[in-house]
């Protein structure tokens, strides 16, 4: 049996989203304040996900370049994400290094209401609480059968740590966060030298 959130929490599957067998979003009072929280500390970006794309209100052309080039992203540039209409599902806070320093205001404010990690040096990602990789990943196992023990993730940064604990075969890749690290039970070479590869090549 799936566990799911209450209904209402619950954004109902439509044609809109083709792609999406889920999606929990954030409650929408919660992100205003979220989003009005970020906008007063200097140098922060953020990128507002959702089910038809990615939203953002940032200037920084390098930024948005990067995102639509390097990451392949739909992204929609709007002039206030408190006015997009889709429902969020993230909100990543983005600065050029130094993240998870600059928001540890942020982090003490919405810990409780809010599931909040970083993902590198730049980014900080906040979702609704509760969710996270590794309840994805025990949707999937629920939903198909899969037993943690037929299950295999790699991971680097703080994000990643849920879904490692939901897989057996869990591998840190070697320049990986020592707390990473310390959640996985294998280590794989450096994503950098194909580490997440070569373990395939040698599991098929």
């Known amino acids: 049996m799936i ?3 209450p209904r209402s929490t ?4 439509t044609t809109l989203f083709r792609s999406s067998l889920y999606v929990y979003p954030i409650d929408r009072q919660i ?3 979220l989003i ?7 140098g922060l970006s953020m990128v507002y996900a959702a089910a038809d794309g990615d939203y953002t209100e940032s200037k920084d052309e390098a930024l948005c370049n990067w995102l639509v080039e390097s990451y392949k ?3 929609h540039r709007v002039d206030d994400l408190l006015t997009v209409p889709v429902p969020c599902t993230k909100l990543s806070i983005y600065r050029a290094g130094g993240v998870e320093e ?3 205001p942020l982090v003490e404010e919405f810990k409780d209401i809010l599931q909040i990690s970083c993902a590198g040096d730049v980014w900080l990602d906040c979702m609704a609480k509760n969710v996270n990789k590794g309840h994805a990943v025990k949707v999937i196992q ?14 680097d940064q703080l994000n990643d740590i849920e879904m490692l604990q939901q897989a057996y075969y869990s591998f840190a890749v070697a320049n990986a966060r020592d707390e990473v690290k310390k959640a996985a039970r294998f280590q794989a070479d450096s994503n950098v030298n194909q580490g997440v590869l070569k373990i395939l090549q040698n599991l098929l």
């Open 31 to 33: 992100m205003k304040r």
């Open 36 to 42: 009005l929280a970020v906008r007063q500390i200097p």
């Open 3 to 5: 566990r799911r959130p």
């Open 73 to 75: 992203f739909n992204l």
């Open 142 to 155: 629920d939903s198909l059968g899969i037993k943690p023990e037929e299950t295999m993730a790699f991971g």
């Open 102 to 104: 600059a928001v540890k």
């Open 10 to 13: 619950l954004f109902p599957y």
